[in-house]
Protein backbone atom coordinates (compact mmCIF):
# COMPACT_ATOMS: atom_id res chain seq x y z
CA UNK A 1 0.00 0.00 0.00
CA UNK A 2 0.97 3.88 -0.19
CA UNK A 3 3.41 5.35 2.44
CA UNK A 4 2.74 8.36 4.66
CA UNK A 5 5.33 9.41 6.68
CA UNK A 6 5.01 11.70 9.24
CA UNK A 7 7.80 13.58 11.62
CA UNK A 8 9.13 13.89 13.96
CA UNK A 9 7.62 10.75 15.78
CA UNK A 10 7.17 12.55 19.30
CA UNK A 11 8.00 16.09 20.38
CA UNK A 12 8.16 17.37 23.55
CA UNK A 13 8.65 21.26 24.16
CA UNK A 14 8.11 24.26 26.48
CA UNK A 15 5.19 26.13 26.34
CA UNK A 16 4.48 29.09 24.37
CA UNK A 17 6.98 27.44 21.52
CA UNK A 18 5.67 26.40 18.08
CA UNK A 19 6.15 23.51 16.69
CA UNK A 20 6.00 22.11 13.33
CA UNK A 21 5.01 18.17 11.88
CA UNK A 22 5.50 16.95 8.40
CA UNK A 23 3.26 15.22 6.60
CA UNK A 24 4.36 12.99 3.24
CA UNK A 25 3.02 10.96 0.71
CA UNK A 26 6.30 9.37 0.22
CA UNK A 27 5.19 6.88 -3.33
CA UNK A 28 1.82 9.07 -4.47
CA UNK A 29 0.79 12.56 -5.01
CA UNK A 30 -1.93 13.62 -2.66
CA UNK A 31 -3.63 16.66 -3.42
CA UNK A 32 -5.76 16.40 -0.05
CA UNK A 33 -4.75 15.51 3.18
CA UNK A 34 -6.03 15.29 6.32
CA UNK A 35 -5.16 16.57 9.91
CA UNK A 36 -6.82 14.38 13.14
CA UNK A 37 -6.32 14.50 16.97
CA UNK A 38 -6.44 11.79 19.24
CA UNK A 39 -6.49 11.70 22.69
CA UNK A 40 -6.37 8.89 24.90
CA UNK A 41 -8.10 5.78 24.07
CA UNK A 42 -10.57 8.90 21.87
CA UNK A 43 -11.17 8.11 18.45
CA UNK A 44 -9.71 10.49 16.20
CA UNK A 45 -10.87 14.10 15.85
CA UNK A 46 -10.69 15.99 12.22
CA UNK A 47 -9.03 19.52 12.77
CA UNK A 48 -8.79 20.26 9.28
CA UNK A 49 -8.60 19.10 5.06
CA UNK A 50 -5.39 20.47 3.68
CA UNK A 51 -5.65 21.21 -0.14
CA UNK A 52 -2.48 21.48 -2.22
CA UNK A 53 -2.44 24.84 -3.03
CA UNK A 54 -5.14 26.32 -1.21
CA UNK A 55 -6.07 26.69 2.25
CA UNK A 56 -7.20 24.22 4.67
CA UNK A 57 -10.60 24.18 5.66
CA UNK A 58 -11.03 23.67 9.16
CA UNK A 59 -13.43 21.63 11.27
CA UNK A 60 -15.99 23.72 13.97
CA UNK A 61 -14.29 24.97 17.06
CA UNK A 62 -10.50 24.30 15.75
CA UNK A 63 -8.51 27.78 16.08
CA UNK A 64 -6.96 28.62 12.27
CA UNK A 65 -4.18 30.84 13.98
CA UNK A 66 -3.63 28.08 16.51
CA UNK A 67 -2.87 25.33 14.09
CA UNK A 68 -1.75 26.67 10.95
CA UNK A 69 -1.96 24.46 8.04
CA UNK A 70 0.33 24.41 4.99
CA UNK A 71 -0.22 22.19 1.99
CA UNK A 72 2.78 23.41 -0.75
CA UNK A 73 3.30 20.64 -2.50
CA UNK A 74 1.72 17.50 -3.55
CA UNK A 75 3.33 15.44 -1.36
CA UNK A 76 3.68 17.66 1.79
CA UNK A 77 1.84 19.36 4.26
CA UNK A 78 2.23 20.91 7.53
CA UNK A 79 0.78 21.32 10.99
CA UNK A 80 2.64 23.96 13.03
CA UNK A 81 1.05 24.20 16.42
CA UNK A 82 1.77 27.62 17.62
CA UNK A 83 2.64 28.79 20.66
CA UNK A 84 1.66 25.70 22.33
CA UNK A 85 0.27 25.02 25.97
CA UNK A 86 0.06 21.93 27.68
CA UNK A 87 -3.70 21.65 26.75
CA UNK A 88 -2.21 21.19 23.58
CA UNK A 89 -0.57 17.43 24.14
CA UNK A 90 -1.86 15.33 22.24
CA UNK A 91 -1.44 12.86 19.16
CA UNK A 92 -1.88 14.33 15.72
CA UNK A 93 -2.13 12.07 12.82
CA UNK A 94 -2.21 13.05 9.23
CA UNK A 95 -4.01 11.10 6.41
CA UNK A 96 -3.81 11.40 2.72
CA UNK A 97 -5.99 9.72 -0.25
CA UNK A 98 -4.25 8.14 -3.05
CA UNK A 99 -5.77 9.82 -6.21
CA UNK A 100 -4.96 7.41 -8.87
CA UNK A 101 -5.43 9.39 -11.80
CA UNK A 102 -9.52 9.93 -12.07
CA UNK A 103 -9.97 7.09 -9.93
CA UNK A 104 -10.20 7.18 -6.31
CA UNK A 105 -9.62 3.93 -4.53
CA UNK A 106 -11.20 5.60 -1.45
CA UNK A 107 -8.73 4.10 0.92
CA UNK A 108 -6.86 6.81 3.34
CA UNK A 109 -3.23 6.31 4.09
CA UNK A 110 -2.41 7.30 7.42
CA UNK A 111 0.89 8.44 9.39
CA UNK A 112 2.14 6.99 11.95
CA UNK A 113 1.62 9.90 14.31
CA UNK A 114 3.20 12.69 16.35
CA UNK A 115 2.62 12.83 20.22
CA UNK A 116 3.15 16.44 21.32
CA UNK A 117 4.05 16.98 25.08
CA UNK A 118 3.72 20.72 25.63
CA UNK A 119 5.56 21.30 29.03
CA UNK B 1 -18.72 16.19 14.43
CA UNK B 2 -18.39 12.47 14.66
CA UNK B 3 -21.59 10.42 13.14
CA UNK B 4 -20.18 6.92 13.94
CA UNK B 5 -20.76 5.35 16.70
CA UNK B 6 -19.44 1.62 17.06
CA UNK B 7 -20.80 -0.55 19.85
CA UNK B 8 -19.72 -2.19 22.39
CA UNK B 9 -16.63 0.27 23.52
CA UNK B 10 -14.62 -2.40 24.51
CA UNK B 11 -14.19 -6.03 23.98
CA UNK B 12 -12.70 -9.02 25.65
CA UNK B 13 -12.38 -12.36 24.24
CA UNK B 14 -10.68 -15.28 24.28
CA UNK B 15 -8.08 -16.79 20.99
CA UNK B 16 -10.08 -18.50 18.63
CA UNK B 17 -13.31 -17.27 19.39
CA UNK B 18 -15.13 -14.55 16.52
CA UNK B 19 -15.22 -10.99 17.33
CA UNK B 20 -17.59 -8.64 16.35
CA UNK B 21 -17.63 -5.13 16.24
CA UNK B 22 -20.85 -2.97 15.37
CA UNK B 23 -21.03 0.83 13.64
CA UNK B 24 -23.78 3.16 13.03
CA UNK B 25 -24.22 6.13 11.12
CA UNK B 26 -26.60 8.73 10.84
CA UNK B 27 -25.99 10.73 7.24
CA UNK B 28 -25.54 9.48 3.70
CA UNK B 29 -22.45 7.94 2.67
CA UNK B 30 -19.96 7.23 -0.04
CA UNK B 31 -18.39 4.38 1.43
CA UNK B 32 -17.78 3.39 5.15
CA UNK B 33 -14.23 1.73 5.83
CA UNK B 34 -13.05 0.01 9.19
CA UNK B 35 -8.96 1.07 10.29
CA UNK B 36 -7.34 -0.90 12.85
CA UNK B 37 -4.99 1.01 15.77
CA UNK B 38 -2.28 -0.40 17.74
CA UNK B 39 -1.64 1.52 21.21
CA UNK B 40 0.18 4.47 19.84
CA UNK B 41 0.25 4.01 16.25
CA UNK B 42 -0.87 5.17 13.16
CA UNK B 43 -4.32 3.81 11.18
CA UNK B 44 -4.19 0.89 9.41
CA UNK B 45 -6.89 0.46 6.87
CA UNK B 46 -8.83 -3.07 6.89
CA UNK B 47 -11.40 -2.94 4.42
CA UNK B 48 -14.04 -0.47 2.11
CA UNK B 49 -17.33 -0.88 1.54
CA UNK B 50 -19.44 0.56 -1.38
CA UNK B 51 -22.76 1.96 -0.43
CA UNK B 52 -24.00 -0.09 -3.16
CA UNK B 53 -22.38 -3.19 -1.46
CA UNK B 54 -23.93 -5.46 1.66
CA UNK B 55 -21.05 -7.58 1.87
CA UNK B 56 -17.41 -7.94 1.76
CA UNK B 57 -14.86 -10.59 3.33
CA UNK B 58 -11.21 -10.30 3.28
CA UNK B 59 -9.28 -12.97 5.04
CA UNK B 60 -10.11 -13.18 8.54
CA UNK B 61 -12.46 -10.24 8.16
CA UNK B 62 -16.11 -9.94 7.18
CA UNK B 63 -17.88 -6.51 6.60
CA UNK B 64 -21.64 -6.18 5.58
CA UNK B 65 -23.50 -2.91 5.55
CA UNK B 66 -26.75 -2.00 5.84
CA UNK B 67 -27.47 1.29 4.10
CA UNK B 68 -31.38 1.13 5.29
CA UNK B 69 -30.43 0.60 8.98
CA UNK B 70 -27.50 3.12 8.68
CA UNK B 71 -25.00 0.48 10.25
CA UNK B 72 -22.39 -1.88 9.42
CA UNK B 73 -20.52 -4.92 10.61
CA UNK B 74 -17.05 -5.80 11.34
CA UNK B 75 -16.77 -9.84 12.03
CA UNK B 76 -13.11 -11.16 12.42
CA UNK B 77 -12.81 -14.31 12.58
CA UNK B 78 -10.72 -17.26 14.49
CA UNK B 79 -9.09 -14.25 16.10
CA UNK B 80 -5.79 -14.20 17.35
CA UNK B 81 -3.63 -11.79 20.30
CA UNK B 82 -2.38 -10.11 17.68
CA UNK B 83 -5.48 -8.95 16.79
CA UNK B 84 -5.56 -6.95 20.04
CA UNK B 85 -6.16 -3.23 18.74
CA UNK B 86 -8.55 -0.38 18.61
CA UNK B 87 -10.81 -0.91 15.63
CA UNK B 88 -12.93 2.49 13.77
CA UNK B 89 -15.10 2.29 11.31
CA UNK B 90 -15.04 5.95 9.06
CA UNK B 91 -18.00 6.93 6.56
CA UNK B 92 -16.60 8.94 3.71
CA UNK B 93 -18.82 11.94 3.01
CA UNK B 94 -18.96 11.94 -0.78
CA UNK B 95 -15.06 12.86 -0.09
CA UNK B 96 -15.34 15.73 1.46
CA UNK B 97 -14.17 14.33 4.72
CA UNK B 98 -14.08 11.31 6.82
CA UNK B 99 -15.65 10.73 9.93
CA UNK B 100 -14.54 8.32 12.71
CA UNK B 101 -16.24 6.46 15.45
CA UNK B 102 -15.55 6.30 18.95
CA UNK B 103 -13.69 3.20 18.25
CA UNK B 104 -14.26 -0.27 20.33
CA UNK B 105 -11.51 -1.78 22.13
CA UNK B 106 -10.60 -5.49 21.36
CA UNK B 107 -8.66 -7.62 23.59
CA UNK B 108 -7.78 -11.25 22.47
CA UNK B 109 -6.53 -13.03 25.61
CA UNK B 110 -4.27 -16.16 24.47
Known amino acids: GAVVSQHPSWVICKSGTSVKIECRSL??????MFWYRQFPKQSLMLMATSNEGSKATYEQGVEKDKFLINHASLTLSTLTVTSAHPEDSSFYICSARDHLGVVDTGELFFGEGSRLTVL | SQQGEEDPQALSIQEGENATMNCSYK?????LQWYRQNSGRGLVHLILIRSNEREKHSGRLRVTLDTSKKSSSLLITASRAADTASYFC??????????FGPGTRLSVLP
Open chain 2, 90 to 99: ATDNYGQNFV
Open chain 1, 27 to 32: DFQATT
Open chain 2, 27 to 31: TSINN
